[in-house]
């Protein structure tokens, strides 16, 4: 199905061209042409600005333009009136026999109701939670799961072949810390006074991981290095996390190891390729340091850095340490590199607060490697945290989870205190640029207050009247929809705004509007719910049959939009 957007802008043009060709117009380059919603009630439902934009290349005064294309505008069923208004403006309103006409559509496309062809043929990738395999999915990081999760089943709306991809960050000295804390579990296990290292992780998750490890293994392990006890708590984080993960409906396609960069060299020959292009250099201090920072470095061991500041950075960063340990500038060029050679036409990464910086490093070392970072997209998002009102002051406070596991904000916990789809509208619905408090007695209400609720009731009230048509024997097929109201149409009018909000969403990367714009369509429907009754005493039968086709259709759309944001569509509540 196309956007009406676009379809009124085929139309402007074919009208500019055609007063072009009659010599109402002068000749002159047709820009593109902006559709925008109506603003205000007694406008249209689609309105065009383009002639104020002409005014100076066709040397007339907006509203004569205006006039000229209104005159020349071909016919199109799904126009019923058009008008120029104010200073240049073309008013479209939508045909009702059109519109009604749209109902049938819906039920054809069914579960595709506008699958978008935006990126036929090209790959897209999301990549989103990548937590170090060191402890449990936090409230904070499922947040970005969600976004990430969201995004990516808006780019397959949109016709993008997608991939989703966790980036499993085991290299580096957390993970030799896991292992370490590990193996000091595992002697407490085996009755042995052994302290924690300095440093090393306090989760009690591990003294269940050291009693499994005893377990299988009795003594064995006693003299090994750290290395089984990090393969070992990997092993069985992975586990964790994507179980966790899979309770709020979300999966990954492939999980990237880190650790295989090093082991493949990859990393290493980026290294190379920046030193041999000019942007890698050692040295104690930045290039561009002062004399006295200089001065004040210079018995350190040198840094390999890179030359940022070549891209506008206002300083270098370091890529290796003086202990040749990389930071995490190397090892996420050489990985977009990867993704960049694995044929990801688009790259979206959801990142928390603290990584805008380093996203913007790695697009430098893209360029740098003489790549094109413009694929490369990301998505920040702000902390969140679960909040529980104190009965006695009123005020809202932030919940401090289970200590057993020696984590306070862990997904499994808020799973358990409300459920997956609160979750996941909760986390989405508002920008993720924003602070989140999650308050855990408020997202699982079922009242109209609740837009959870609000939303499904909507799908559950479309499929409580199909149970009640199908117990009286009574069909919607055949229905004359002729017989349908401008109270249904206001419906259908939301509902058709769904393709451009994905294209919205996905073209700006913001899959919040997805949620924004299922409250409002679920604020459509329910004052037409209420007002428009498919079944009851003094209904004739084909209003009853028109009506019924009506909700058959609401009822998709509301199963396709929650889709869209992972979460079930209820027949009952």
Known sequence: MKLLPELHANLVKKAIESAQAAGDLPQFEIPDIPITPAKREGQGDYACPVA??????????????????????PKADFVSHVEFAGPGFINFTLSQKWL???????????????????????????????????????????RGGIIGDTMARLLEAAGFDVQREYYFNNAGMQMVMLGKSLKARYLQALGQDEPLPEGGYQGEYLIDFANELADEQGDALVNADWKPFKEF??????????????????????FFNEDSMFQDGSIWAV?????ERGYAYK??????????????AADREPAVWFRTTAFGDEKDRVMVKSDGIPTYTLPDIA??????????????????????????????????????????????????????QNPETGELEEIKMSTRRGVYDTLDELVEMTSPDAIRYHMLARSPSSHLNFNVEEVVKQSNDNPVYY??????????????AEARGLSDEGADISLLSDEELAFIRKALEMGEVIETAVNQYEPHKIAFYAQELASTFH???????????????????????????????????????????????
């Open 527 to 573: 004052p037409i719910y209420d007002n428009v009754r498919a079944l009851g005493e003094g209904i004739p039968e084909d209003v009853t049959r028109a009506r019924l086709r009506f909700y058959h259709a609401a009822r998709i759309i509301f199963k396709r939009v929650l889709d869209l944001m992972g979460m079930s569509a209820p027949e009952r509540m």
């Open 283 to 296: 040295a104690t201090e930045w290039a561009g340091a002062s004399d006295e920072e200089k001065a004040k």
């Open 233 to 254: 708590a990997e092993a069985k984080m992975f586990e964790w996390i994507r179980d966790s993960l899979a309770q709020i409906g979300i999966t990954h396609d492939n």
């Open 52 to 73: 104020m934009a002409l005014a100076k290349v066709a040397a007339k005064k907006p509203r004569d333009i205006a006039e000229m294309i209104v005159k020349h505008l």
């Open 271 to 275: 290294l190379e390729e920046l030193d």
């Open 335 to 388: 990985y977009h590199k990867n993704k960049i050679e694995r044929g990801f036409d688009i790259m979206v990464n959801v990142l928390g607060a603290d990584h805008g910086q380093q996203y913007k490093v790695v697009q430098m070392g893209i360029e740098a490697l003489g790549m094109d970072p413009s694929g490369i997209h990301v998505i920040i998002n702000q902390m969140v945290k679960a909040v529980r």
């Open 455 to 468: 939303i499904q009731n909507a799908h559950v009230r479309c499929c409580g009247i199909a149970r009640e």
């Open 100 to 142: 009604k006409q749209q109902i049938e559509a819906i039920i054809v496309e069914g579960e595709d109701y506008f699958s978008l062809d935006i990126g036929a043929g090209h790959k897209a990738q999301v990549e989103f939670v990548s937590a170090n395999p060191s402890g449990p999915i936090t409230i904070g990081r499922s």
